[in-house]
């Protein structure tokens, strides 16, 4: 497709450039989670939003789909949602043989909405499907379409009815991103945007083939052993009662983070590094990426709790 890598680098950082722009016409604000989750596309991973309702997060996603020309299906999870409505049943056929209907799994974009509001077995059947990126229903093995994302959301205020997602699960997404309340400027606009009759036409940036290209790009980017060590052990500083362990660390936190997030940094700061304009990450890319990378992974304790100590200032404090 293209002459040589730094010609499809280059490539990569202005379509992540003009995605950006063609979301921003519909998307107010919200620069960095637009970053991650376009990070988690091109790095081959997925994408849990945690917000309050009303952050324009299933707009994003329909955004993104549209943009990128990929299909898109929207689950609702609710209490009463079965693995079958998820990713679909054998029926009997007419002629006697059971036929596989697909369910909305089959997409290339998938949202989750408010994931943590059915059962864990449900749960368990979209996570195994990120993870494998294929369903098994009676024996049979149905692959998903390439590329496949999903991006999940969490509403963090009401907990009555809801299930939260285990440690394991959790670990299956690629960021953990926080969603804030858009600022004053910022809220004007989009009220004023969405009070009129203002239509916009979004242009499609980049379609499935492009993307799988690019997401072979992000993997074949070098990385010096320096980055490599420092993504490494910064994970590795996050786990209480090993040698790397940081006094903070021990006195914070009952759990850490474990190899798959060495893996996501990397990962994330070479994508970073690419749609940057950089052909190689530095220790700044990681650092680009660590918060929400790291958030989801480690487990404060009670005395962290007590003391008013946050996830992400434990997470700068390693740097």
């Known amino acids: 497709m293209y002459k040589t890598e730094v010609e499809a680098v ?13 979301i921003g016409q519909v998307i107010v604000g919200q620069d960095e989670v637009v970053k991650s989750v376009l990070i988690s596309i091109f790095s081959n991973g997925h994408c849990l939003l945690v917000g309050v309702p009303g952050l324009a997060k299933t707009l994003l996603v329909q955004t993104v789909a549209q943009v990128l020309d990929l299909s898109y299906n929207r689950i609702q999870f609710t209490p009463d949602l079965m ?12 002629d006697r043989s059971f036929k596989f209907i697909r369910g909305p ?9 408010e994931i943590n509001r059915t059962p864990p077995k449900t749960q368990a059947a979209l996570l195994e499907a990120m993870q494998e990126k ?8 149905h692959p998903l379409p390439k590329p496949f994302f999903v991006l999940a959301t969490q509403n963090p205020i009401e907990q009555e009815g809801t299930y939260p997602l285990p440690e394991a699960q959790l670990d299956r997404f690629m960021f953990n991103v926080l969603l804030t309340y858009p600022g004053f400027q910022e809220e004007l606009l989009i009220v004023k945007n969405t009070t009129d009759n203002r239509q916009v036409e979004l242009k499609k940036i980049l379609n499935a083939e492009q993307i799988l290209y690019f997401q072979q790009l992000v993997r074949n980017i070098p990385v010096t052993n320096n980055v490599l060590e420092y993504a490494v052990s910064l994970a590795a500083k996050t786990r209480p009662g090993t040698a790397t362990a940081t006094d903070e660390v021990n006195k914070f936190l009952s759990w850490g983070a474990g190899p798959r997030a060495s893996q996501f940094l990397v990962l994330g700061a070479k994508c970073h590094a690419a749609i940057t304009g950089k052909y190689s990450p530095d220790r700044e890319d990681v650092q680009a990426v660590a918060e929400s990378i790291l958030r989801h992974r480690i ?18 404090n390693l740097f």
């Open 83 to 94: 693995p079958s409505d998820i990713i679909g049943s054998e029926i009997l056929g007419e």
């Open 105 to 113: 799994v089959f997409s290339n974009i998938i949202l989750a909405d």
């Open 10 to 22: 280059d490539a990569l950082s202005e379509a992540y450039r003009d995605i950006r722009d063609e």
């Open 134 to 141: 294929v369903v098994t229903v009676s024996g049979h093995t």
């Open 299 to 316: 487990v404060r304790n009670y005395k962290a709790e007590a003391e008013g100590i946050t996830t992400e200032k434990l997470i700068a």
